[in-house]
């Protein structure tokens, strides 16, 4: 019941900028942790960036990432971004979108994967 539904890939040349949406839908009663992760084919699959609201709250990037993606939520929407800049080509891969959630009257806290969206970069 639980949905996530990524969107915003797409080809885009060296250096430039996508912006990511990642949206959740179902019966939500709380979103603890949203991560994107990336594969690129035949690879594994990585982790990109993640953050949680537990505690203060963090944010978590790849070094290979670092300074050219950005991770937000906006609560009230049930979803989150991923802004990526100064994108290379080593960036082209799926990107998936990942949520700890807990349901309604369920107690447990669940992982939930989305699709999937293709960014590729080239020129």
């Known amino acids: 019941q639980v949905q996530l539904v990524e969107s915003g890939g797409g080809l885009v040349q060296p250096g430039g900028s996508l912006r990511l949406s990642c949206v959740v839908s179902?019966?939500?009663?709380?979103?603890?942790?949203m991560a994107w992760y990336r594969q690129a084919p035949g690879k594994e699959r990585e982790l990109v960036a993640s953050t949680t609201n537990v505690g203060s709250g963090s944010t978590n990037y790849a070094d290979s990432v670092k300074g050219r993606f950005t991770i937000s939520r906006d609560s009230a929407k049930n979803s989150v971004y991923l802004q990526m800049n100064s994108l290379n080509p080593d960036d082209t891969a799926v990107y998936y979108c990942?949520?700890?959630?807990?349901?309604?009257?369920?107690?447990?806290?669940?992982?939930?994967w989305g699709q999937g969206t293709q960014v590729t970069v080239s020129s």
């Open positions: 990942n949520a700890h959630i807990t349901i309604v009257s369920e107690s447990l806290k669940y992982s939930y």
């Open positions: 179902g019966s939500i009663q709380r979103i603890y942790f």
